[in-house]
Structures are given as C-alpha cells and as structure tokens.
C-alpha cells in the first residue's frame, strides 16, 4: 500500500454503491463522471498500480467526442491543435483542418487526484477476487458494494481474431525549436520493414510537437504477431529526429502492444472475463476502434452513460448495471462489424509490404469522411466511398478476406519494454 491519505486505512467497511476495479482511462473516467454527475453515489476506485492512467497518452480529434460530452474532458491539462494536422505517405501529403487533442497519463492522473475526494481513491492496491456483492483484496481485505465494474485491462482471447499494433514513444527535448505548428498524424514516408526479420508491416511515425522544444516521436507498425524490440524502435525514433535536424534528449518514453480486431465470437471473449453480477466497461468489454485501437470516444460516452442511470436509478441493482453494460458492449460490437472487416483487408487481403497503399487510399478520401471513421460514426455512403476507386488490395484477396475467421488473439504481447 502507498504511504499516503488514499491508502487503504481511510476507507469504512461499510457498503459502497460501487466499486471500480482499474484506474486506466475507463475506470478513471467513471470515477469522474460519478464524482460530478451522481454526487450522492458512495464510490471508491482500486488501482493495482501507483498512479492512475498508467504509463501512456491518449490522443483524438476533437470530432471524436461529441459535444454535449465534452464537459468530461473539462479541467484536464491537454495539449491541443486547432490549425489540424499533417499526413505524409509515398504519394500523398495532406494537411486535414480538424482540431487535434492529447492527454498524458501524468496529466489524467494529476486531474483526478485533485479533483475526487481522497477517500475514492486507493491506489497501490490490487484486487485478488471479484464477485457482484463486492471485492476482495490481495491483502485479504473484503469490500463490500451494491455494484461492481471491471475496468482491468484487455485480455487476449482466442475467440478473436486479428492482428496487433506495436508502438514505442518518445519525448525529445531539442537544444533549438523543432519549427512543428501541426500534430503529423501518420508519416509513412518511412521504411515498412517490421523488427525481428519479420518481414514488410504497415509501420508509421507519429509526431506531436508538445511545446516549442518538445516533441513526441512514436514509432507504429501494425504487425501480425504482438512481438516488440524496444531498442530497434528507439533507434529508429534517434534516427527520424537526426534526419530531422533535432538534436537533444529524451525525457520521456512510452510503449505499447494493442489488439487490432478483425472478427471473432464476441459473446464468447464476452463470457471468458464476464463474472455474474460484474458490469464490464473499457477495452476488457470491447469498447474500443477495432483498426485504430482508439479507446478514448468510447471511454468518455460509457462513463457519462453509467454515471446518468446511476444516478436516475438509485436503487439499481448490480446485475441490472452489469447487463445495461454487457447491451452496450454487444451494440458496440455490431456497429463496428465494418471496421472489423477492414482489418481484415488490411491483414488478409493486403500483400504486408502494400499495407501502406491502403492506408495512402484512405487518407485521399474528405477530411469529415477520415473525421467520422476515428470516431467510429462512418455513415453508409463514406462506407461505400472507402471501398469504391481503384482497390488498394487483389479482388480474389479480398474476397477470401470477407469469409476468413482470422488469426486467434489468444498471444499475450511479450518483449516489451516497461518505460520507465
């Protein structure tokens, strides 16, 4: 347990209306929508590591949220962008107008640190055991709650199927301005080439300049087996800076393996981490962009959603929040059948050293059409607009694409590197 007023001690042994088992960005913001939308709810959120959020960013389009959800991300310390942001690939070079947001996790943890009560916090403290009347700790400690919402991480399973997204950033510190005004979204202006002599794998730079001397190198590569070399990306992250003139240090660094889905048995995955009476929210219930992996949109509306019913319904039960959350992952699930099916294309139908062309055909298509795709709202006609044009992957391929069932996302990522 942390030495400090959030420790385990402070908290009474009576019943709690909730408790959240995760402190990542899901359980985070569920705490926070409580805090300020259901004020009367007794709640208290554990957190096995001794910070909230981890160790990470979040980026996303201020489109990806919408506008009467915004309120949420009120308060938080984000850099921002409203001159939009930059794309590059082989034949293209774009500068699309939407505002650009981001958030590290030292920033999320700082704000909800100072703005929810000490007595709802308790971090440093893992859960051994959840149930639907309350959880026990590793340390043998019972809590007992009304209603209890798992917020852990993903966990592979092999009723998915898919691919991974591998990244590795870094903040640099450059001796003089680095001369960026705009986020670059995607440089794919780089070697496609995936580590470990695994061959060709859509791979991309991400570039943020954060102030006028920092700026944030990621590397990312899609790839078909969760496998990182952390010291092959950070050569190549010195590399792009050098060729860029930036000369400095880097003060920060961040890593990262995450599923790309592309199909599976989701009510299966669903029943091998549901527990009876347990709600499930974040990237363990399925609440994520299937190809981009983006989870911050998704996080935002679920924790307004359950903070909103609970505070409507004071005496819901647990089972009734676990089985209005399970609704809305399975509604989740099916509106982004079409994401899933370009996941395919780009890991089935797509020969691994084309990827990049898929990538380049999409980012050519109307900025409000690349706006609702990142926020999971594609409408029917963009839809039909990705796929038509001259197709960036082989008719046959694509085809056996549509009725393959993918490779199973039972790996758990391995050879990667805890940042520091």
């Not at 660094?253 to 549901?274: K, M, R, Y």
Request: overall charge positive.
């Amino acid at each position: 347990m942390v030495d400090s007023p959030h420790a385990t001690g402070t908290h009474s042994a009576a019943p709690y209306d909730v408790i959240i088992v995760g402190g990542g960005l899901a359980g985070g913001l569920i705490a926070l929508a409580l805090y300020r939308h259901a004020p009367d709810c007794r709640f208290v959120v554990i957190e096995a590591g001794r910070s909230f959020g981890g160790h990470h960013r979040w980026s996303w389009f201020e489109t990806d949220i919408r506008p009467r959800a915004r309120g949420l991300m009120a308060g938080f310390d984000l850099n921002g962008w409203d001159e939009g942001y930059d794309i590059t690939f082989p034949r293209l070079g774009r500068t699309l107008p939407t505002s650009y947001r981001s958030l590290a996790s030292a920033e999320f943890h700082a704000k909800l640190m100072a703005e929810l009560p000490p007595q709802t916090v308790m971090l440093d403290t893992k859960a051994a055991q959840l149930d639907a009347s309350g959880v026990t700790l590793a340390d043998g400690k019972r809590l007992a709650a009304k209603r209890v919402i798992d917020c852990r991480p993903f966990k592979p399973s092999k009723a998915l199927s898919g691919g991974w997204q591998v990244f590795l950033g870094q903040q640099f510190r450059c001796e003089t301005p680095h001369g960026l005004t705009r986020p670059i979204i995607m440089d794919a202006n780089v070697d496609q080439l995936a580590p470990h002599g695994n061959g060709a794998a859509y791979r991309f730079v991400y570039v943020l300049p954060l102030s006028p001397t920092d700026v944030f190198i990621e590397d990312t590569y899609y790839a078909d087996q969760p496998k990182m070399d952390a010291d092959v990306l950070k050569g190549r992250i010195a590399e792009y800076a050098h060729l860029r003139g930036w000369k400095g240090e880097v003060v920060d660094q961040e890593a990262g393996i995450l599923p790309v889905i592309s199909g599976g048995d989701f009510n299966a995955a669903l029943a091998e981490v549901a527990i009876p009476g347990v709600a499930l929210a974040g990237a363990r219930g399925g609440f994520s962009h299937p190809l981009t992996s983006y989870t911050l949109p998704f996080a935002v509306d679920n924790a307004l959603a359950i903070a909103h019913l609970i505070a409507s319904r004071p005496a819901l039960t647990g089972d009734e929040l676990a089985a209005f959350c399970t609704r809305r992952s399975k509604r989740h699930w099916r509106a982004t059948a079409y994401y899933r099916m370009l996941t395919r294309m780009l890991f089935e139908a797509a020969e691994p050293d084309k990827r990049v062309v898929v990538f380049e055909h999409f980012y050519a298509l109307r900025g409000a059409l690349v706006e609702r795709f990142y926020a999971g709202r594609s409408t029917w006609p963009d839809r039909l607009r990705i796929l038509t044009g001259k197709p960036p992957v082989a008719i046959p391929r694509a085809i056996r694409a549509l009725f393959s069932s993918g490779k199973p996302l039972d790996a758990k990522p391995f050879n990667m590197e805890t940042p520091a």
